[in-house]
């Protein structure tokens, strides 16, 4: 279970893999079902993580306006901080999103599509393909020499993510193979091997054995706990060059 692109837990988030890799795992559930978002190079790493064989292949485009060149992206072998990354060479994963997956998580899954199955189980993701970059008070908009008596910034939209066989603009958000809402009157406890999505995705891993089925729900979201905080549904690049 994955809730944030954060590039403060990349070596965490390596560390993980390289367990997996040890232990030679042939399936992969990936939960972002909350996952709102974050940072878009987290997001390019998180993928050559899963994968591995398609690295200098391209993982997405940035496409920015006319005043900026659009930036390439590509599967790569090196997180943030330098070390090597720890890549599983999977040919198919497995993906549970819900209405709150956004932005950074969508890319992973939109980016990974070209190249490998991804089998998305639960109900169709927000649909924020567009990214940003914080812009502060300072002479080159970089935290650097910030003005200390301001303590806003800006977070524009400057740009759109699109995949390598040209997809974006998905805006209605990326619907799921298997159909899996959460039940509300009986969550289950995440982890557990019984709770709606995830046994649905160990049912598929298994032979595809039918689903649990949901009851029928009438929720309308007034909102969730993550709205408050600064990364929500945010897909962003922590400068521009």
């Given at each position: 279970m994955y809730n944030g692109f954060t590039s403060t837990f990349d070596d965490e988030l390596n560390a993980a893999f390289a367990d997996f890799k040890s232990s030679g795992i042939t399936d992969l559930v990936v939960d972002l079902r909350y996952n709102s978002g974050g940072n878009i190079e987290t997001s390019n790493d998180l993928a050559s993580m899963i994968t591995g064989q398609f690295q200098g292949e391209l993982f997405s485009t940035q496409v920015y306006n006319e005043n900026f060149d659009d930036v390439e992206r590509f599967f790569n072998n090196k997180i943030s901080s330098g070390a090597t990354i720890n890549s599983l060479n999977l040919n198919r994963v497995y993906v549970l999103t819900t209405g709150s997956t956004a932005s950074a998580s969508e890319l992973l899954i939109s980016s990974l599509m070209p190249y490998?199955?991804?089998?998305q189980i639960g109900t169709s993701t927000t649909g924020k393909f567009q990214g940003s970059t914080t812009l502060y008070d300072s002479p080159d908009f970089s935290r650097n020499n910030v003005n200390i008596g301001h303590r806003?910034?800006?977070?524009?939209?400057?740009?759109?993510?699109?995949?390598?066989?040209g997809f974006t603009d998905?805006?209605?958000?990326?619907?799921?193979?298997?159909?899996?809402?959460?039940?509300?009157?009986?969550?289950?406890?995440?982890?557990?091997?019984?709770?709606?999505?995830?046994?649905?995705?160990?049912?598929?891993?298994?032979?595809?054995?039918?689903?649990?089925?949901?009851?029928?729900?009438?929720?309308?979201?007034?909102g969730e706990s993550k709205m408050n905080n600064l990364n929500y549904q945010r897909m962003y690049v922590e400068e521009i060059k």
């Open positions: 490998i199955e991804v089998i806003y910034a800006l977070q524009p939209l400057i740009l759109k993510s699109v995949n390598a066989n998905y805006i209605d958000g990326l619907s799921p193979d298997v159909e899996q809402q959460e039940d509300y009157f009986n969550l289950g406890t995440l982890g557990d091997p019984e709770e709606p999505l995830l046994q649905t995705a160990i049912n598929q891993i298994n032979g595809g054995r039918p689903f649990i089925p949901s009851p029928e729900q009438d929720f309308i979201s007034i």
